[in-house]
């Protein structure tokens, strides 16, 4: 059961980053990595500032998010250097 919850959290915020980063959608498929890839770095970057946004599935999304946006952010900068 966790990993399907997982696999819609991962799709849930790679989406809402793709709609948020111009140029971010890659599909279904990526928009789950990216969104399993961004909460891995929501969870490690937002406790590093303090920011403690809680628990239960709608939290998740919105961490996955910013973890995404993060990355994308990140892979945009990178891509024009």
């Not at 696999?7 to 399993?36: D, E, H, P, Q, R």
């Amino acid at each position: 059961m966790g990993v399907i919850v997982w696999l819609i959290v991962g799709a849930i915020a790679g989406w809402l980053a793709g709609l948020i980063v111009k140029g971010g959608g890659f599909g279904l498929i990526g928009n789950i990595v990216i969104g399993i890839i961004g909460a891995i770095v929501a969870g490690w970057i937002l406790p590093l500032f303090g920011v403690l946004i809680g628990g239960g599935f709608f939290a998740q999304i919105i961490n996955a998010a910013i973890g995404a946006i993060i990355v994308l952010l990140v892979v945009a900068f990178i891509k024009r250097a």
